[in-house]
């Protein structure tokens, strides 16, 4: 079956409460269970090596600390297909430079 041909599955994972959501998965990010477990956990729960969680974007105070997490070489190359992922007002984590800085050219952090 080609890839085209392939169902539609609904991200796993979750975001959890406002507020309360971001801070547990940096405890458990950070704290109770490391980076490796933390990232074990959640595969093993969601039976998916892509899914929603809360991870360090920026500081603490980050605007939004919600991502899709991929852990896989299969999976990690959708980033890249315009058609999937919306490319625009993006560097990394949560900085945009001005397009004036840019010469009106929106940058990649990833070539």
Same mark, same amino acid.
């Not at 959890?16 to 971001?22: E, I, S, T, V």
């Given at each position: 079956? =080609? +890839?085209?041909? $392939? ?11 406002p ?5 547990k ?8 269970? %490391? ?22 974007? %920026? ?5 939004? +600390?919600?991502?899709? @997490? $991929? ?10 297909? @315009? =058609? ?28």
């Amino acid at each position: 079956m =080609s +890839s085209e041909n $392939l169902p539609l599955k609904e991200i796993p994972g979750s975001y959890g409460l406002p507020f309360f959501g971001p801070i547990k998965d940096r405890y458990d990010f950070f704290y109770k269970q %490391g980076q490796d477990e933390f990232f074990r956990a959640r595969v093993k729960k969601y039976n998916s090596t892509v899914f929603r969680a809360n991870v360090r974007p %920026g500081p603490f105070n980050a605007k939004d +600390s919600k991502v899709m @997490v $991929l852990l896989d070489a299969v999976s990690f190359p959708v980033l890249f297909d @315009v =058609s999937k992922v919306k490319k625009r007002d993006v560097f990394t984590g949560t900085f945009m430079p001005s397009t004036h800085f840019t010469g009106g050219y929106r940058v990649c952090s990833y070539c």
